[in-house]
């Protein structure tokens, strides 16, 4: 299935150094709460790094102008953001700055940084190069690949495979497989002096990369062929990408940042520990967006205002049944529908978060609906003990007698009212109190009711006399 078209490209890093936040908004990110694959396509200038993202992914970053000469075209680092063609997890394609460029001269610092930038944010990585530079220094990228190990090696706290593809350009007459051993032999070679010069135990590189050779004719010379084999390699590259590590689309910004700052100041880069930072940031960000949502949801207002209105009116006239019936079920729907969608909006960040903040989302949650619900069952219990009180005097006034059928037939009333209000994902349910207490005060007043009827069943007796009448 052919994929859908990319986002447009925006700028995530500038030529100078400046990370670009406001590329969330630009590839409409912040509310992206799938998985992402990451892309990174990496090598000399002028190879044509960015004409072969725009094949594969079908992404729009700026190619060379032929008629303009041989030049820098990509400057900084651009990204976008690609609909998977299966309709799975989307894909960042990051393309990057080329190396060895005239612009920056002997100054092969952001050129370093960007490697290493590349190698850590994406799981997969696509170096460029020409098929007759592979065994050159500087044009088949080695230089770089040499200190872009040394540091890796030295500042990833945490070992993580990368899928490392070499696209070979132009492909001449060397078979693949001999192509294959030369780079693979001077990867091992340069991974291995990395070792040996910083004095560590040796790690083989098939336990950080998964390398990959793959080689495409001349895109302009070969056009149809080109093109054909290309559809080819987006099949492997796409198979390779969903099967590496992924990250919440929604948090890759934050965590990109931190990592390049880290990379800028030289720091360690503890990527557990930088993703579990970022998923505190994104979690307290998502969880501040639901509560937010809540106090707004037109569903809620309306309830709080009836409950209000309700309260308001100082004769207990018992509460309305729309209240009465459905108080604690729309709450709890209510309720239930932005944890659903806290839950759904993180279920890729860290399970430690995740529930760091669903704990405070739900006590802000609480905070909200209990005085709500605290004055709604005060009513209740008020309006309860008022009716009972009025039908017992005019039960007295009738009969001179009160039966225990009368406290038993409000107290029935009294709970059912509760359990309807009970809001029970929240476990707001205060039954067992509120039964307890009504109980004892409608004791009180039947044996106060009491002693006024065995007051009225004396018989009167006249104040002169002294007999009874």
């Known amino acids: 299935m052919d994929m859908e078209r990319p986002s447009k490209p925006a700028l995530l890093i500038s030529r100078n150094g400046n990370f670009k936040t406001d590329i969330e908004q630009h590839l409409n990110l912040t509310t992206d709460s799938s998985k992402a694959a990451v892309v990174s396509i990496i090598g000399i200038q002028s190879t044509g790094k960015s004409t072969l993202s725009n094949c594969v992914f079908k992404t729009a970053f700026e190619v060379m102008d032929e ?26 394609v990051i393309d990057t700055e080329g190396s ?21 944010v994406s799981n997969t990585v696509i170096m460029n190069m020409k098929c007759d530079n592979v065994n050159l220094h500087n044009g088949g990228g080695w230089s770089l690949l040499r200190t872009v190990f040394e540091v890796m090696i030295r500042k990833c706290k945490t070992r993580r495979k990368v899928n490392l593809v070499f696209v070979l350009r132009d492909k001449n007459g060397v078979p693949l497989h001999v192509l294959e051993k030369q780079l693979v032999d001077g990867l091992k070679k340069i991974w291995e002096e990395t070792f040996k010069r910083q004095a560590l135990p040796k790690a083989a590189l098939e336990k950080y990369f998964q390398i990959k050779v793959e080689t495409l004719p001349h895109y302009v010379h070969q056009e149809d062929a080109f093109r054909e084999e290309v559809g080819r390699l987006k099949d492997r590259i796409m198979h390779w990408t969903r099967s590496g590590e992924k990250i919440p689309a929604s948090g890759f910004v934050g965590l990109a940042q ?55 009116i100082e004769k207990q006239v018992g509460v309305s049944p729309e209240l009465e ?3 604690g079920k729309n709450v709890s729907k209510i309720w239930m529908k932005y944890l659903s969608k806290y839950d759904a909006d993180t279920q890729h960040y860290h399970q430690t978060k ?43 006034e009738k009969t001179h007698a009160l039966s225990t059928l009368q406290a038993h037939n409000f107290i029935t009333k009294f709970k059912n009212q509760l359990k309807d209000a009970a809001i029970r994902p929240a476990n707001l349910d205060y039954k067992i109190k509120l039964v307890a207490e009504i109980k004892s ?14 007051m009225l069943k004396q018989p009167k007796t006249d104040k002169n006399s002294g007999k009874k009448l």
């Open 354 to 396: 995740r529930d760091e903040y669903k704990r405070r989302l739900t006590d802000n949650l609480l905070k909200e609906i209990e005085p709500i619900y605290q004055s709604l069952v005060k009513h209740m219990y008020q309006a309860t003990l008022q009716m009972f009180t009025e039908a017992a005097l005019k039960e007295i």
């Open 325 to 327: 019936l459905h108080f």
């Open 258 to 312: 931190k990592i390049w700052c880290d990379i800028k100041q030289e720091k360690d880069l503890d990527l557990p520990q930088l993703r579990i930072m970022v998923s505190g940031v994104r979690c307290e960000e998502i969880a501040d967006e639901k509560y937010k949502s809540f106090r707004k949801d037109e569903s809620w207002t309306k309830i709080k205002e009836q409950v209000e209105e309700r309260t308001k």
């Open 100 to 120: 060895d460029g005239c612009e920056r001269e002997e100054d092969v610092t952001f050129e370093k940084q960007t490697a290493l930038f590349s190698l850590v």
């Open 67 to 92: 008629n303009k000469g041989m030049a820098q075209t990509t400057k900084g680092i651009w990204m976008t953001k690609c609909p998977s063609p299966s309709g799975g997890s989307p894909i960042l």
């Open 441 to 454: 005060e409608m004791d009180k007043s039947i044996r106060s009711f009491q002693a006024i009827i065995e």
